[in-house]
């Protein structure tokens, strides 16, 4: 393994001095536009296009029954984990709740099952709401990267589109009191993955990218995480034009790494003092917010001034909000609002630039999934199995309620013009053109 020659953070989850010339901020528009264009084309990764949760979509509807799916298959295996796609294949991956045993699988489009593979595991220790397949898929036109956790082993997955193994790392015992949940997210030719534990029980933690093509270690660097978090990294385009893997580390705070050395560019300590589970968020005016909570509540979302030499208010904390923050769903921003879905079913609105509280809610339902934003409405997943839909505006609206049967722990995803909904144990196509691929 390679050492960086910088510390580096790891998690899902540090200074750099920067010059800012004549021009920086055109060079940040642009290319902040060329990589929303490299990322939109496919829903690739845990809440679509660099983590966002957003499409523009104009075929989904806002409700429907069982007679709008284009169709309603059963999966290999139940799990937690959400949908990814690359072209007419979608890629997911199952477990067996008495056995552990893994599946990594694909269908296409029109919910034929393309193959499936399983590999043995261990039976451990989990909370009672997560899965043995938690974590979701990452791929590019080439491969597919599935990952998860086993006391003994820590395993990173790449296989080809049509179900071969193309490479397997163990990197290690993993250490948890819950088990994993976090995501593995590709950035131009490196697979980076956060392997945080529990530091209480020994656990070594870290952040590491592959090379995606070899598995072949590039950077890793050790983490300070005390308890294993579930948040999946971001990349963030600085006003220098250069891209920054954000993380954010629980009990701690937030790092920004270069993605393809592992240099820590900056940090940002003591933001938060419970655990991570959602995902980093970059809003409108280039904050970036985490949260944190507990089961027993506390729950709290930190919006701060990211530590860019371009703003005099670098590194310090815009606001903080309680009461109405979540603790497992990833907030979602879009223009100047900042949305919100509570576990417990309390949406809000934020000004994204003040945290200024516009509406709050209480719509009803527990959520574990995230809710994505298609064609300015926002698809809240209930553990219930139920899609209620919200108007994206400063204006309070429930659009509609979609009931789908069964519990329901993951985060929609949506290619193709068409919304595609992983229950515990099967996968629904609702919206869009009906696929002409054959089901045979």
């Given at each position: ?16 001095s ?26 690739t ?61 694909a ?20 909370h ?8 979701t ?24 589109h ?44 870290s952040?590491l ?12 660097l050790?983490c ?14 600085n ?31 003591a ?18 917010t985490?949260?944190?909570g ?11 001034h ?47 630039k ?7 809610k ?22 219930d ?5 919200l108007?994206?505006t400063?204006?309070?609206e429930?659009i509609?309620?979609n ?27 609702v919206?869009?053109?009906k696929?002409?691929l054959?089901?045979?």
């Amino acid at each position: 393994m390679l050492a960086a020659t910088s510390a580096v953070h790891k998690d899902s989850y540090g200074s750099c001095s920067m010059r800012v010339v004549r021009g920086a901020s055109v060079v940040w528009i642009v290319a902040v536009a060329m990589t929303s264009l490299a990322w939109g084309q496919e829903w690739t990764r845990f809440r679509g296009p660099n983590g966002t949760g957003i499409s523009d979509a104009k075929s989904v509807p806002a409700a429907w029954t069982e007679k709008d799916y284009h169709w309603k298959v059963e999966l290999p295996a139940s799990g937690h984990s959400s949908p990814v796609l690359w072209g007419d294949k979608i890629f997911l991956t199952g477990a067996d709740d008495a056995t552990a045993e893994r599946k990594v699988f694909a269908l296409n489009t029109a919910g034929k099952l393309l193959w499936s593979q399983s590999y043995t595991s261990a039976v451990h220790k989990r909370h009672k709401l997560n899965s043995f397949a938690s974590p979701t898929a990452t791929c590019d036109a080439d491969l597919v990267y599935y990952s998860w956790s086993a006391p003994e082993e820590f395993t990173l997955l790449a296989m080809t589109h049509d179900g071969k193994e193309k490479w397997k790392k163990n990197l290690g015992p993993f250490v948890s009191q819950h088990s994993a949940g976090v995501s593995p997210i590709l950035y131009k030719n490196v697979i980076i993955l956060v392997n945080s534990q529990d530091k209480d029980g020994g656990g070594q933690s870290s952040v590491l990218a592959l090379d995606k093509k070899t598995g072949d270690t590039v950077w890793q660097l050790p983490c300070e995480s005390t308890t294993v978090p579930y948040s999946t990294p971001c990349i963030r385009t600085n006003s220098a034009g250069q891209d920054e893997l954000i993380m954010n580390e629980s009990l701690l705070g937030m790092k920004a790494l270069d993605p393809l050395t592992g240099k820590v560019n900056w940090e940002i300590p003591a933001l938060i003092t419970k655990r991570s589970v959602s995902s980093p968020v970059i809003m409108a005016g280039g904050l970036i917010t985490i949260t944190c909570g507990s089961g027993a509540g506390g729950n709290f979302l930190v919006a701060v001034h990211p530590k860019d030499s371009a703003d005099p208010l670098a590194g310090t904390v815009a606001y903080k909000i309680e009461k109405i923050a979540p603790y497992v769903p990833t907030p979602l921003a879009k223009g100047d609002w900042l949305f919100l879905m509570a576990d417990n079913g309390i949406a809000s609105c934020i000004a994204a630039k003040t945290g200024e509280t516009i509406w709050t809610k209480r719509v009803g339902g527990t959520y574990y999934g995230s809710m994505i934003c298609i064609n300015d409405k926002l698809y809240c997943p209930t553990s219930d199995g139920e899609i209620v839909v919200l108007s994206a505006t400063d204006n309070y609206e429930l659009i509609a309620r979609n009931p789908l049967g069964e519990t329901m722990h993951s985060t929609p995803a949506v290619a193709g013009g068409r919304l595609y909904l992983r229950t515990l144990n099967h996968l629904i196509s609702v919206g869009g053109e009906k696929p002409k691929l054959a089901l045979k």
